[in-house]
């Protein structure tokens, strides 16, 4: 044994004392604040000092890290109502020890052909839950904006070749900024992300989208691509995925969903029927870092053919002679950008047996109903402004009275209390606080103490 491969006594000692750490670290996120910017004492010094040549004290090393994860904004705390919370499942973060102690290389199957198995049964079940056709397959990803670079490069070569000229998509002014990056790191110009308008409440006008394609088309341009967001980041308001697939159908365009972050209410019965359309999707981009609760870096891609995939994607060299396809199972390294890759199945597979679907179903419910509850009770205060009753989980709103910078002040009071923690859009030009409740720490007595707060603050400001 060498010092870097620990002994079973040093191993088992190591393990239980970061577990202990972990957990007692974990019960203070109740009472911990929202944000933390206070300078800790001696933390800065620790945190850059180079490692020494000698051994260090585990101990030591894991308290620097606790303190460091309670800087900043507190990601995995109930009172995180901004972007969007997901706390970061305990049983996915025991699967990372797992899955990264064994180490097992994925990105060709051949190599480990059952883990590969694990990771393709949770995304063919995934396809199932979406209603995709049997043969839908998929990779798993970074988070969403990979997903969707994949998609966009699947869509270029489906629809277009090799050839770039005049190609254009179509988003809305809400859809999420990684689809337009996509398209320029798949080499086309700003100019070929076209921006449908949107209606009154906030969703793809798919009328007008067929205008723009119908003008393009006449200009002589090559529209490959219709993306629809199912869970908007600004508002999490849902696109007609129906008309919208309808429209794709007809001309011919490869249709996108971006369900980064509402894909993950498909598991619940008032979600599904809100998500009607997916099913006809050629890709779907899902963030289970955000809606299935697990820890960052934890995105999937789903596509009805992964042939087209694979086509985007796949390459090789001599140094891979040696790994041959295996009947039914993915290359996960053909169908996405990374060829060494982690082994994230285990981080999807592990809570969701653990817990149960059920389980996930559930707690999705009651952040339903907290979104709800706080919709109604700001709507019922005259002082705010809430124009719009939520798909899911995110609330926008504003005072009735003041302008963006009065609406700035108020968020900014509400984060200085530092028990909670809310972020801002702008929708039709107007600044509107964002409350989103979806982290599975978050329950009722959070989201009333949240409403307290608001409450509180708007009487000063
Ligand atoms: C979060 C989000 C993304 C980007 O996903 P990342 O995991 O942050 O890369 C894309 N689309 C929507 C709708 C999102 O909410």
């Known amino acids: 044994m060498t010092e870097l491969d620990l002994n079973r006594p040093d191993m088992a000692a190591l393990g239980r004392q970061a577990v202990d750490m972990l957990a007692d670290w974990l019960d203070t996120l109740e009472k ?59 049983s996915a973060a025991l699967a990372e020890l797992l899955a990264n102690a064994a180490n097992r290389y994925t990105g060709l199957a051949q190599m480990s052909p059952a883990l590969v198995a694990m990771e393709h049964g949770v ?20 988070g969403g904006s990979t997903a969707t670079l994949s998609a966009v490069l699947a869509a270029r070569q489906s629809r277009l070749g090799d050839d770039l000229s005049g190609a254009t998509l179509y988003v809305t002014g809400h859809t999420h900024h990684c689809v337009a990056k996509a ?17 009154d409440d906030l969703r793809m006008d798919v009328r007008a989208a067929a205008g723009l394609i119908a003008a393009d088309r006449a200009k002589g341009l090559r529209p490959f691509l219709l993306a629809g967001t199912a ?16 429209l794709a159908a007809r001309e011919g365009l490869w249709f996108h969903v971006d369900a980064a972050y509402g894909g993950g209410f498909q598991l619940t019965e008032r979600g599904r029927p809100l998500l009607t359309g997916m ?27 992964p042939a087209t995939l694979h086509a985007a994607h796949a ?18 390294a053909n169908l ?20 149960g679907v059920d389980a996930f179903t559930r707690e999705l419910e009651e952040k339903l109903d907290l979104a709800a509850v706080v919709h109604r009770e700001l709507a019922a205060d005259p002082r705010f402004s809430v124009p719009w009753r939520p798909d899911l989980t995110v609330v926008v ?9 009065r609406n700035r002040r108020l968020l900014q009071e509400i984060n200085d209390g530092g028990q909670i923690y809310l972020s801002s859009t702008n929708v039709q030009g107007r600044l509107y606080l964002r409350l989103c409740v979806l982290s599975f720490r978050t329950h009722a007595r959070h989201v009333d103490r949240a409403l307290e707060i608001i409450r509180a603050a708007a009487d000063v400001c």
């Open 397 to 405: 709103f504003r005072l009735r009275d003041g302008d963006d910078e």
């Open 231 to 246: 869970g908007t980041t600004g508002t999490g308001t849902i696109d007609p995925l129906p008309e919208a697939a309808d």
């Open 336 to 355: 996405g950008v990374e060829l060494t890759r982690e082994f994230r199945g285990l981080r999807l597979w592990l809570p969701l047996h653990l817990h």
């Open 32 to 90: 911990s604040p929202a944000s933390d910017y206070s300078p800790p004492d001696g933390l800065a010094e620790r945190l850059r000092r180079p490692p020494a040549a000698g051994p260090g004290h585990f101990g030591e090393l894991a308290e620097t890290f606790l303190r460091a994860a309670g800087q900043g904004v507190n990601t995995a705390g109930p009172g995180y109502l901004a972007y969007f919370p997901a706390g970061g499942l305990y």
């Open 123 to 142: 995304l063919t079940w995934l396809c199932g839950q979406f209603g995709l056709p049997p043969g839908a397959g998929g990779v798993t990803t970074s």
């Open 183 to 199: 398209a320029r790191i798949c080499g086309l110009p700003a100019a070929a992300v076209r921006e449908v308008p949107m209606t």
């Open 315 to 332: 390459d090789g060299g001599d140094y891979l002679q040696d790994l041959a396809a295996m009947d039914g199972l993915p290359d996960f």
């Open 279 to 305: 099913e006809r999707a050629d890709s779907i981009a899902l963030d289970p870092h955000k809606s299935m609760f697990l820890p960052y870096g934890t995105g999937v891609l789903l596509v009805r053919d």
